[in-house]
């Protein structure tokens, strides 16, 4: 029997290890990272197989370099030198997934060890004329178009963790295909493409590259009065900045009332009596929910919402990409990243892997950058610390991406007036003035409802109330509110040009988006740039007092109170229309409640938009360091990204307001609310 003791000899040995495909070119892998462990005492080495074995930090072989681990080189294959003669087991730490290889490592002598991935890859180019005929033979011409694909064999959840890397320039990903690309015929030469291979622990992907020869056919001029001509769309390239573009649309949607957000985790804890994972807010939301069952009558119920709502906050809050919710239905497929969508904003097939990893190199290990350099500027040299501690920088480091534009817009929809009436109503109090539409409701169908109900009105003298939001909307973006509820306001700070820099960005990004259409143009990127700029630092003007913590208590009470609309109770007790496609739950009854009270006639769904689509272009603006960029591609990267959501907000802004900011003669800053108030006019006065 040969231990690694009996084999010792003076005269070290080596492991020569090569990484290649098994079939199809058999082309090798570069970049690769093998890692090498001393076996441990398992008898005879012969009977060595895999499930025997389990990687050991503490086993394994290290390079003295200094570098994290055995790399393969272009040809790939490494070399791991001065081993003492013995048994070693060698790893490819990278996907598909192989067996390890044992190794008797002999004196003086050197052992080679091949992995065979199988993937069998190999590299198919079509060719096609300019007008996408296909040529017959393998000889293209100058200016033909190149259609390739890279075929190989892997399984559906293998295939989702490959990408590829075009490593000849003028190549182009096929939007949705991460194996197909397209371009054109120049001279000849190489297409050269990878595949790249992600790693089973932290550490860069590997290469599988795969290559092929074209020689073009001598150019024959074309025959007289022929021209051939192709208009491609100017597009920006992707830049790592977009990881940050993902990452708020993946929280947005966390967060949101329904689909994978609020809803589902409010039913789930109040109408399921599902026990919650054993973080520590939801030990406390569980002993809460378990209390509640021996008080039927009081404000438990509405107190066990709260929480759960300021829980469901904390648990979504920070900058992440997550596949699902933190606390989603398990039994329900509602994914919070919409890859093919994803696919188009970067260009090239992604899967939540891929965008998690773009997300870490962004970042680079630290807070956003944004931060980080406000920090570095601001307090030089301080050290951060906790929330009371003697240090200047707190632990508010990593913010919980919540914009109140969201909550203003969801007000001026009369969320908070619709709650707020049928509140009154369920405490017997008629309305002011001589019409109260809801004095003739029975209140019977909000029985189920009573301890929410109760619970909230008792509530009342905790919550924001009207006069402290549009203070502090004034604050952030200079907006007010109109109305009999809200006071006259003496504002200490106001924010008097966030409203033009805003709709100036909104406008130029409209201009772009013209300029992109047409494909005889490539579009000026530095007007975008300068907007972004403009309204980077008016938003940072705003980012203190109470910037952290007045959106958080806004957001939670109007999620609640979306929560309580969207209740079948105040469906039966408001008679609200069940055909209208609307979005979310609570949207019918604010609309029929702004029927009923002669309010605005524009639909909900419209301020929903402008609070949605206004926070996530908001929170791209804010959250990223704009200060410090001068490249254009960067601002049209953002404006490609958020196309939908900045057109979105311009078509909602037009239905609510009657303003085309499109326009382009000139930029209308006119306050929101004054708008609405003259639009409410004319309504009235058409009766």
């Not at 054109?184 to 290469?207: C, F, N, Q, W, Y």
């Not at 009596?273 to 929910?289: A, C, D, H, M, V």
């Not at 069952?293 to 759960?308: D, I, M, P, R, S």
Request: with cysteine.
């Amino acid at each position: 029997m040969a231990t690694n003791q009996t084999l010792r000899k003076t005269r070290p040995g080596s492991i020569t290890v090569c990484v290649s495909d098994g079939g199809g070119a058999q082309s090798s892998v570069a970049g690769a990272r093998i890692s090498v462990y001393t076996a441990p005492e398992i008898g005879d080495w012969r009977t060595f197989y895999s499930k025997q074995w389990q990687p050991s930090g503490s086993h394994a072989v290290r390079p003295r370099t200094g570098e994290p681990a055995w790399t393969t080189d272009k040809n790939g294959c490494v070399t791991v030198p001065d081993l003492e003669p013995g048994c070693y087991v060698v790893t490819f730490d990278h996907y598909p997934e192989t067996e390890p290889q044992c190794v008797l490592v002999e004196s003086g002598c050197i052992k080679d060890v091949c992995f065979k991935l199988g993937l069998n890859a190999s590299l198919i180019l079509e060719f096609m004329t300019p007008d996408y005929k296909s040529i017959p033979g393998t000889r293209p011409r100058y200016g033909d178009m190149i259609n390739g694909k890279i075929e190989f064999s892997a399984s559906p959840d293998l295939r989702n963790r490959l990408r590829t890397k075009l490593q000849t320039p003028d190549l182009r990903s096929i939007p949705g295909d991460d194996f197909s690309f397209e371009g054109m015929v120049t001279g000849p030469g190489e297409i050269k493409v990878a595949i790249l291979l992600p790693p089973r622990s932290d550490h860069p992907d590997a290469e599988l590259s795969l290559a092929t020869g074209i020689d073009p056919l001598p150019d024959v001029p074309r025959p007289p009065g022929r021209v051939d001509v192709r208009h491609l769309r100017s597009r920006a390239s992707a830049t790592k900045t977009f990881a940050l573009w993902t990452a708020i649309r993946n929280h947005t949607k966390a967060i949101s009332f329904s689909g994978s957000g609020y809803k589902s985790f409010i039913d789930r804890v109040l109408c399921k009596n599902e026990p919650l994972p054993t973080e520590k807010q939801s030990l406390t939301l569980n002993r809460q929910l378990n209390e509640l069952g021996n008080h039927v009558y009081g404000v438990g119920a509405y107190e066990l919402l709260k929480t759960a709502t300021e829980v469901f906050l904390l648990l979504e809050c920070g900058l992440k990409i997550e596949e699902r919710g933190a606390h989603d239905d398990p039994g329900k497929d509602r994914p919070l990243i919409d890859l093919e969508y994803e696919a188009k904003v970067w260009d090239q097939a992604v899967n939540p892997q891929q965008l998690k990893q773009k997300l870490g190199e962004y970042l680079g290990g630290k807070a956003l950058p944004y931060i980080e350099r406000v920090i570095a500027a601001a307090f030089p040299g301080q050290k951060q610390g906790g929330r009371f501690c003697e240090f200047v920088l707190t632990s508010r480091t990593d913010p919980c991406f919540l914009e109140l534009i969201w909550n203003y817009w969801h007000e001026e929809g009369m969320l908070v007036q619709s709650i707020n009436a049928v509140s009154r109503r369920f405490q017997n109090v008629r309305a002011p003035g001589e019409r109260d539409p809801l004095a003739h409701l029975e209140v019977d169908p909000l029985r189920p409802l009573n301890n929410i109900l109760w619970g909230y009105v008792e509530d009342e003298r905790n919550r924001l109330s009207v006069k402290r939001r549009t203070y502090e909307y004034q604050h952030h973006y200079g907006l007010n509110l109109y109305g009999k509820a809200v006071p006259e306001l003496r504002p200490a700070d106001h924010c008097s040009k966030f409203l033009e820099a805003f709709h100036n960005l909104l406008h130029t990004s409209s201009e772009y988006f013209k300029a992109v259409q047409d494909t005889t143009v490539v579009p000026d990127g530095y007007p975008l740039l300068h907007a972004l700029k403009e309204v980077h630092l008016i938003l940072a003007q705003g980012a203190h007092n109470q910037f952290g913590d007045l959106p958080w208590t806004a957001r939670v009470e109007m999620l609640m109170q979306e929560w309580i609309m969207a209740r079948p109770e105040m469906r039966d007790f408001l008679q609200s229309r069940a055909m209208v496609p609307y979005r979310e739950g609570w949207m019918p009854q604010v609309d029929t409640m702004k029927t009923l009270q002669g309010w605005t006639d524009v639909t909900i769904t419209h301020f929903r938009d402008l609070g949605v689509y206004g926070e996530q272009i908001l929170l791209s603006i804010r959250y990223h360091n704009w200060n410090d960029i001068n490249d254009e591609d960067e601002a049209k990267g953002w404006a490609d990204s958020w196309r939908p959501e900045i057109q979105g907000y311009l078509h909602a802004y037009r239905a609510v307001t009657g303003v085309d900011l499109t326009n382009p003669d000139t930029v209308d800053y006119t306050l929101p609310s004054v708008h609405l108030q003259k639009r409410l006019s004319m309504q009235q006065g058409a009766r």
